[in-house]
Nanobody
Framework: QVQLVESGGGSVQAGGSLRLSCAASTYPGNCMGWLRQASGKERKVIASFYRGDGSTYYQDSVKGRFTISQDNAKNTVYLEMNSLKPEDTAMYYC??????????????????????WGQGIQVTVSS
């Protein structure tokens, strides 16, 4: 069983930056990413990384501000978050699965099929 452990969340002022990390206990599959869920809203994929060719997906709301990267040797995925806005406030979840096709991993439709979840980490952005 794959265990995912997130770190790096917290509180920051608008315009600030945070870096989330997610370490998998073992090989997590060929797809890793981040989802978030704000209070009263549905959980959504915001970024994902396909191990096969390094392709990525970003939700429109985070494009140009967030960057996902992966250290395959460490089975760790990162989310660099810059220019944070109050609307980025949410619980952030690391996710992993595989084997998945590239279309499913980085096509923005992965959420219903996620196999492994982290426990979630809070990110709060104040104005």
């Amino acid at each position: 069983q794959v265990q995912l452990v997130e770190s790096g969340g917290g509180s920051v002022q608008a315009g600030g930056s945070l870096r989330l990390s997610c370490a998998a206990s073992t090989y997590p599959g060929n797809c890793m990413g981040w989802l978030r869920q704000a209070s009263g809203k549905e959980r959504k994929v915001i970024a994902s990384f396909y191990r096969g060719d390094g392709s990525t997906y970003y939700q429109d709301s985070v494009k140009g501000r967030f960057t996902i990267s992966q250290d395959n040797a460490k089975n760790t995925v990162y989310l660099e978050m810059n220019s944070l806005k109050p609307e980025d406030t949410a619980m952030y979840y690391c996710a992993a699965d595989g084997p998945l096709s590239s279309d499913l991993c980085v096509g923005g439709t992965w959420y219903p099929f996620v196999g492994y979840w982290g426990q979630g980490i809070q990110v709060t952005v104040s104005s």
